[in-house]
């Protein structure tokens, strides 16, 4: 495995981005040559105290970058004429401090992820180099984040496609340092300390333990993790990627650990794409450890799930999930399961199913 190789500079608004390379030798002292006012937007957090949830008040992002051509692409590497959020003339990948961000500097830090400099390629289709410089890439910036003052969880995510609501096509992720545990996680750790307090040990060992001794929802294994359509999806096509050994957080796994879940994860992905034969709406994440408590009760899993439930088909958020908090789900995660096995990469010399891989 490679070490990583990192450059820092400054973009022209005296935002912080990183270039991630493959291999040494890359040069990358291109300046950002755009002129752009210092970064003054700000954003504001309100407590709901009926829900006790934190409501991110971001009314800036109104003005964000929207859905521009591809020749307009500011993840785009820089070129003559044009100059995007990355000054060099190619890249790797390069982590950056979002314009537009849901978290101002102030309450936690956003930061945008660019996988590859290619504008059409996708994350099922990174090589397992690129896929190890990513996962490089989250670990170096889960650990930074980790310590900012007051940031209490580390969220890394892919939204993918016009469906999901993505405003940029360009093959990216983001991350937010949250200055609180989102309420999701905080449910699953209270669920975990009652498991553990009631009947001892790990929940998310448990729900592991189950599926793979089920087999239903398997949907692909290795040596050291596997992917599964949980019993209880919410959402039409939804599989959960969990390490057999317990650990907290991305960080925690070694190099080859790493690049075996995201050899995985990329599998995954690349199988919804073929479910249905053209790009899927998704979106992927990373689900871990907060910053500084719970960390005995987390397990790592890597999550995505599609709103896409049949070819011409979207699953809506409408009455019993958007107000009442209850999904109905539309596609039985076994058949769901079963889809997902069918769509599985065959191996090379072009033959169906290999397309997208």
């Known amino acids: 495995m490679t070490a990583l190789h990192t450059t820092a500079m400054r973009l022209a608004d005296g935002r912080r981005l990183v270039y991630y390379d493959d291999r040494p030798g890359a040069v990358r002292s291109t300046s950002d040559l755009r002129t752009l006012a210092p970064l003054g937007t700000r954003s504001e957090l309100r407590h709901d105290p009926l829900q006790d949830e934190w409501v991110v008040m971001a009314s800036h992002r109104q003005d964000r970058t929207h859905l521009p051509p591809a020749d307009q692409c500011p993840l785009c590497p820089s070129g003559p004429g044009r100059l995007t959020e990355i000054p060099a003339g190619d890249y790797d990948v390069a982590v950056f401090e979002n314009r537009f961000p849901s978290l101002s500097p102030d309450v936690g830090r956003c930061?945008?992820?660019?996988?590859?400099?290619?504008?059409?390629?996708?994350?099922?289709?990174?090589t397992p180099e690129r896929l190890a410089t990513v996962g490089a890439a989250w670990v170096d910036r889960i650990r930074i984040?980790?310590?900012?003052?007051?940031?209490?969880?580390?969220?890394?995510?892919?939204?993918?496609?016009?469906?999901?609501?993505?405003?940029?096509?360009?093959?990216?992720?983001?991350?937010?340092?949250?200055?609180?545990?989102?309420?999701?996680?905080r449910r699953e750790l209270a669920s975990a300390a009652r498991w553990r307090a009631e009947?001892?040990?790990?929940?998310f060992c448990a729900v592991l333990d189950r599926e793979l001794a089920d087999g239903a929802r398997v949907v692909a294994a290795t040596g050291g993790f596997a992917a599964f359509v949980p019993a209880a999806a919410r959402w039409p096509f939804e599989v959960h990627i969990y390490p057999r050994r317990h650990v907290p957080d991305l960080p925690a796994l070694d190099p080859d650990e790493r690049a075996e879940l995201l050899a995985l994860q990329a599998e995954v992905l690349g199988r919804f794409d073929r479910l249905f034969d053209r790009p899927t709406p998704y979106v992927m994440s990373i689900a871990q450890a907060p910053v500084s408590t719970g960390r005995d009760l987390a397990h790592l899993r890597m999550e995505a799930f599609s709103v896409r439930r049949s070819a011409g088909k979207l699953k809506h958020l409408a009455g019993s999930e958007s107000a009442a908090g209850t999904f109905i789900s539309d596609v039985l995660p076994e058949h769901a399961a079963e889809l997902l096995g069918r769509a599985a990469r065959v191996d090379l010399a072009g033959r169906k199913g290999a397309r997208n891989g």
């Open 199 to 203: 009947r001892g040990g790990c929940l």
């Open 111 to 126: 930061e945008v992820v660019c996988f590859t400099a290619d504008h059409g390629a996708s994350f099922a289709q990174l």
């Open 145 to 185: 984040l980790s310590r900012l003052p007051g940031v209490e969880y580390v969220f890394c995510f892919e939204n993918r496609g016009e469906e999901i609501g993505v405003t940029l096509h360009h093959p990216h992720g983001q991350i937010y340092a949250y200055p609180f545990v989102p309420p999701r996680v």
